[in-house]
Every structure is written in C-alpha cells, then in structure tokens.
C-alpha cells in the first residue's frame, strides 16, 4: 500500500458488513474516500451457513445493489422445516422466500459492488490503530477520519480499540461443508435440534444448483469441543448425509447491548458480536449494522451516530433475543415453539422474522405457546 495516504473512512474486512459499509458511506458522500482493507485477495471462501435473509437484500437493493446479479446462480427457498429437541417437527413456507449464497460468491460480488460505486479495495492485513490528529492510523500507512472494524468474529480492530471480549458462555462453534449428494428437498431449509450438548442443530440450506450447505453447531461450555465430536454430532442428527470435507468457525453471538466501537473506531457485523443467539443468523445483522456504520461513519459525531441507530433499528429484538435465548436453555420451551409454529401460521412467520430479521416477542405469539401449552401438555423437565 502506498503510505501516508488520508482517507475520510478505512473499512477493515470486506465481508457483508465491511463492503455495506462501503457502499453506505459512499451512497452518504459520492465524494467520500473509502478504503477497503482484507487480508484475502476475492473470490475467497467464508465459513458461515450462507443463508441471506430477504431483510438483508432489502438493505442492499436500497444501496443500488443489483440482487439479481448478487444471487446468480442460486434459487429462492421458500420452505423451512423446523425439528425440534424431542422431534415435534413444524414445516411452512416464508412470507417472502429466503437466499443461500455461497459466501465465495456474495462476498465478491459485494465487493466488486462496493468498488463499482467508489471505494477502493486493497490487501493488507491489519495490525495496530493509533489515534491521532483526530482520527486513526492504521499500520503507519493510513490515515482515516474514521475506521469500521468489520474484520469477523476475531477481529483485530475490536482488540486494538479496547473494546470487551466476547464473554464466556456466548460463543457458539460450528462446522460446515458442501454436499452435491443431496438427499433432501430442494427449496427448503432443514433445522434439526437436538437435547444433546443443547443448544445444538445441524442445518441443510439447499443453495439452488444441486448443492446444499450442511453444518452442525453447538454453545461452547467449558472446553471447545473437538472436531470429531462435531463431525459425530452432525452425522446422527442427518443419518443421510453424505462425508463432508468439513472447516469449524466460532461465533459470539449477540448479548442484547452489543459494544460497537470507541472514538472514531466502530465495530459491525461479526466483529460487535452480532450474531442471532437463537439462530446463529448474522448476514442480516452484519449488512444492518454495515449499513448503520457507514452512514454514521461521515458525520461529526459517528460513535454517537452509529449507537443510536442500531439502538433504534435492532435495540429491542436484541433484549428479546438475549432473554429468549436464556430462557430456552430448557429445551421443553423450543418444543411449545415448534409444536405452536406447526399449528399456527402467524406464530411461525413470528418466529422467523425473531430468528432471521428485527422481530419481537409478540403477544399474539405468547397467546399462542400459551393454549398450545393447554391442548399439548408436555414434561417440563430440562
């Protein structure tokens, strides 16, 4: 990179959150300098369930991405069939059908978005942020008005900024791979909990070409659990999938008060621990907060700017999700779910739009679990 080079926003990572951060700030100022940073040159795999809630394309058509081009080669899916702990199984379809994009794909094509509306894209991997003079430099080779850490779940950018670890107990692990045996329907999602190492699912996200990204995850207690185990664990609850080559990641998943940033430094996506704790969905939550970072990124203020509207955007569904997720440490509460979304048309759209998008705890939905609760009484036991 060429040094002493001023910049009026530096994006670290150029995932979905670091490359909607791009956009929006250049949608905020056409005249804006924007740089983008990755330690990886594009196309480059990214291990995640590539699953892309229509909330998120919503986003990025409003930033003047062209979708169809974003999800080529790809085909809506419009079922999710949803297994719960002790087997109660609820299948529907979705209001509006979902993505699955391998991250291969949409993390280039945001990019080559990204670059198309102004930014700039270059290779350099991230070591130090000092502030000075106002703003930040980075490495001694820029120097940025402001700088969005959107560098994923070990981001260099939250530790140089002072920001807190993730804390014990939020951070789930999961692997995932490729099959194009696919033994299951296309067009829908597959969700399989399980009582075992609970919380714990495996997935299957069929992406539309003949292949199906499959994965198995679980909250990390103690100990980080081996590979083996993992492997073992996704093979019992798909008996009919076929060997993976399989890679692990690890999510910090959301807490309900997420730390974003300190000064001129403001954290998205996976690096701010944004990540659905009822789902592991972050696409939706890494565009959403990219999107917030890089319209603030320009304005006096951006911390301020930035905290407030996420605050304003995802402040109460991440109280509610925070307390969902600890009040479903007994499995017998995702039975009454699942059993109440079979049942009911309106509480399954409810929990998808808490699980994928912005969506709240409704009372229609509580009114719901409460007379299924009544008509199928369950054992309580955890």
Known sequence: MPTNIEWDVVVVGAGPAGSTAALAAMRANPAARVLLLDSASFPRDKICGDGVAPHALDILAGLGVDIAALTAGTAAV????????????????????????????????????????????????????????????????????????????????????????ARAGTVAIALRGYTNAQPWPAGEQRLVMTTAHWPAYA?????????????????????????????????????????????????PLSTGRPEVGHGR???????????????????????????????AALTADPGDRYRRALRHHLGTHLRHTDAVARLIRAPWLVDLATTTARDHQRAFDNLVEIGLGAGTVSPALVTAMLATLVRHPRRRDT
Do not use: M
Request: proline share 6%; glycine share 12%; net charge positive.
């Open 78 to 165: 419009h079922q999710l069939r949803l297994t719960s702990p002790r087997g109660a199984t609820a299948a529907r379809r979705f209001i509006r059908p979902a993505s699955v994009v391998p991250r291969a794909l949409l993390d280039a094509r945001l990019v080559q978005a990204a670059c198309a509306a102004g930014a700039h894209l270059r290779q350099h991997r991230v070591r130090t942020l000092t502030p000075v003079n106002g703003g930040v430099d980075i490495d001694g080779v820029a120097y940025a008005r402001t700088v969005i850490g959107a560098d994923g779940a070990e981001s260099v950018i939250r530790r140089q900024c002072g920001a807190n670890r």
């Open 265 to 295: 430094v403001l954290l998205a996506g996976d690096a701010a621990s944004l990540i659905n704790p009822l789902t592991g969905e972050g696409i939706y939550y890494a565009v959403l907060s990219g999107f917030l970072a890089g319209t």
């Open 203 to 251: 997935w299957v996200f069929p992406v539309g070409d003949g292949t199906a990204n499959v994965g198995y995850g679980e909250l990390i207690r103690g100990e980080t659990p081996t590979r083996a185990h993992l492997t073992e664990r996704l093979h019992r609850l798909l008996p009919d999938c076929p060997p993976l080559a399989l890679r692990g990641h690890k999510l």
